[in-house]
């Protein structure tokens, strides 16, 4: 059964704080992809990367930062949290052929 | 980059009542089409597909949806809707520079 797992399903942090959220993925996607889903907005796009070490900005991605070390692993940082950063984060990833995106779990963030 | 709308935000029907719910894209290349669903509290799940071929498609649920190039719509049909058809759905567009979503349609259908 193919998986995308994120590092957590809840998490509080405080204004100003650096928060790393993991996405991993046991699929050997070369795609692998970060939203943000708020009510009424959908899923809008921060960050993708399309292979180890590359990364390309997607629509929003001010205040965000990615890292992609390692195939499997993918990345997003929040440099310094602010509270309009309070949102649920996706996670997916997809093959080369592109024809299906797979999402982990979401991580429900919370920023005070 | 490719972009989607929606066109409806929320969709309310009775049950055993038809229902569309319409999705427009733009990009400049080829692209394939997907209808993701996102049921209360859960994930996402795919709905259908288009890649390339018929432009009927037909997916889980008894859901189907029409591409059209003309007029770059890609909108999703159910015959016949039941309670638990009620959920979020979400258009999305893949054109090799990302995959991008719509806003949703929220679907609630009432007894």
């Known amino acids: 059964d193919v998986k995308v797992t994120q590092s957590s399903r809840y998490l509080v942090k405080r204004t100003g704080e650096k928060v790393f959220l993991e996405c991993v993925q046991d699929?050997?996607?070369?795609?692998m992809f970060w939203y943000r889903q708020d009510p009424g907005l959908g899923l809008r796009l921060i960050y993708f990367s399309y292979d180890v070490k590359m990364k390309e900005k997607g629509d929003i991605p001010e205040g965000y930062s990615v890292s992609r070390e390692k195939k499997e692993r993918f990345s997003l940082i929040l440099e310094s949290a602010s509270t309009n950063q309070t949102s649920m984060y996706l996670c997916?990833?997809?093959?080369?052929?592109?024809?299906?995106?797979?999402f982990g779990q979401g991580t429900r963030l919370t920023v005070v | 980059a490719q972009s989607v709308t929606q066109l409806d935000s929320q969709v309310p029907v009775f049950e055993e009542a038809p229902v569309e719910l319409r999705c427009n894209y733009s990009s400049s290349v080829s692209v394939y089409l997907f209808w993701y669903v996102q049921y209360p509290n859960q994930g996402l799940q795919l709905l259908l597909k288009?890649?390339?071929?018929?432009?009927l498609v037909k997916g889980i649920n008894g859901f189907e949806a029409e591409f059209n190039k003309s007029q770059t719509s890609f909108h999703l049909r159910k015959p016949s809707v039941h309670i638990s058809d009620t959920a979020e759905y979400f258009c999305?567009?893949?054109?090799?520079?990302?995959?991008?979503f719509g806003a949703g349609t929220r679907l609630t259908v009432k007894p």
């Open positions: 997916a990833s997809i093959g080369t052929a592109r024809t299906e995106a797979f």
């Open positions: 288009y890649l390339s071929g018929s432009t």
């Open positions: 999305a567009v893949s054109d090799g520079l990302g995959m991008r």
């Open positions: 699929m050997d996607h070369e795609n």
